[in-house]
């Protein structure tokens, strides 16, 4: 089967496109690289060393035999966009290309603007070129657990059944986005949702938490293989930020109380969710939604198991509470669910000390590269 | 009070704008005046001959010694949206200045790309815009009732009440609009939310139904206050373009079975719903959403209304069913709430055989500016 990993340079692109073309799919990554320009803009950069995109596949291809296509583009821009689809043929395109970070969004009105711009229309594009000449492409689009911000209620997955002044209907499920970053996703889903309505298409939303952990069995082959690790307050979520601060001394830092839950999963149940939303395809005109997670922490919780996993190894780590730069909940209900990823054969990595102690010797292995001065946040929530 | 009227040349700002500026409110209207521009690129005209704004403004001071001042720019351009916010110190902004038709972002890509660009980035610039200089500002958002589409439930102001496995909350109601227009109109409630929620700003969310009619106390005064009334299929709405058809003659076009119900209001309700909405502000932080409509009819009745009346005034009025180009249910459950408006002591403008009299003797005034090749839909909704 064709597939083409748009974004397919990022963090989890990079791990799915190896992934997938390991497992004897056919693969193309399409991607801008402006993820590489932002971080030369924000003069931040990846704790691990990465080669370029051509390095990379050139690397892929001379260790396993194995062809990745590379279209490097902008998906705003639809010549380019459409002309690639058009020579590649891509019986499901799976879409990362989307500015992913939180804080990123809300720097300033420009990178608000630019993220929802960049990743509405980008998807809007995309929407277009599959009605146009692939419309029964699978498009397995990313989407981000955030959409659904902290009801006091289960959360379900892209829907819930409500029963008001005694009629019964099945809805989608209600958004509370936290940055325009997550306010982008839950415009992008809306907007998939309809052209499957309308056109037909099949498309499954994955809503996916944050993921931690670096090293995949395609990664780890070849040192010019190896994926991003962000540590940074823009690009580096949690868990993984923490067990760099770890490594290298620096307290871990936990935003106000600490009492945010939110989903987690391990980057090879990512590549794994993937695959299983390509194999079972949604139907023409279906708009399936799955949450992509495994497990449920609080940041307090993360914390506490990255300190103990430290000091195992020997390091001496302290957790620090700091103002929290985001409007959020500290403490409140959160219960997602994630049934239909498990039904369709999903055998989680849950987190595990093993994953600790590797992704803190990772860390320990890289600290050179480290800059302290983007450890903690800069961006405000706030109106200051 | 200042208020300023964004989009005040269209069809609602306009009526809007000299309704407030006659109350007493000091006005400023501002407005790219791109919709004249999109009539002169369809080929379509409005069926009452309008004024430029600024012969329109000349004479509304000339008539009433009160002075509108004017800002002629895109809010996507944000300097000129700053300077003109500072230049004129507004207390409310009322936000009309969006693409408001669903079939012109139906069109094609390019349509679709330029309506929700257009309205989402625009709104996200006014809030910045807002924050940075007058965080106190009340925003009066121009929203619709198509946000919503056709539940099987009733249908809330903006919040539903969900009880869910043992727990409540009230959230965001599911939203699930028509097309790209109406999503463009999603995505920007969705960002007006967290703005208010993040940064403190107030406002209100109005989800106005069909709006209908023409005549104002205001614009009434002078051929030269006149207000557009559309009539194409890009740009006319039901019973407007029902009229229209009835004064000359063509058969008035339901699309499918015509059991689509909608919500509908006379456009002295809007001018007066925008005042109150103004005149009682929200609070800071709050996002207020209120339901803007006065009746629901289904589109079989208010063609059967316009048939009546047309009779009635010696017309020769037929009623054809043509093939429904948009993907909606003609069938339906449809019970929307509207009762903050009310509270707020609107007195509504019901349907009448008056206001109908009246529209038809307007659309034959006016009927030898009438281009028959517009008044059949061109746009469909389905992939073809």
Redesign the interface.
Known sequence: MKVLVIGGDGYCGWATALYLSNRGYDVGILDSLVRRHWDLELGVETLTPISSIHQRIQKWQKLTGKQIDLFVGDINN?DFLQKSLREFQPEAVVHFGEQRSAPFSMID?EH??LT??NN??GN??LL?AL?DDF?DCHLVKLGTMGEYGT????IEEGY?T????G???T??????????YH?SK??DS??IQ?AC????LRATDLNQGVVYGVLTEETGMDEMLINRLDYDAIYGTALNRFCIQAAIGHPLTVYGKGGQTRTFLDIRDTIRCVELAISTPAKSGEFRVFNQFTEMFSINDLALKVKQAGIALGLDVEINTIDNPR?EAEEH?FNAKNTNLLNLGLQPHFLSDSLLDSLLNFAIKYQHRIDRAHILPKVN???L
Not at 151 to 154: A, G, R, T
Not at 162 to 165: A, G, L, P
Not at 171 to 180: A, D, E
Request: glycine residues 4%; aromatic residues 16%; without cysteine.
């Open positions: 639809y009105r608000a603007v929802q711009t509405v229309i809007l594009n277009y009605r419309p009801p006091n209620i289960d819930i409500i029963e008001h002044n009629r019964t209907d809805l989608p499920y209600p958004k509370q986005p936290g940055s325009f306010l839950v415009h809306h907007n309809f309505k309308v056109w037909g409007v209900y929530w706030k109106r």
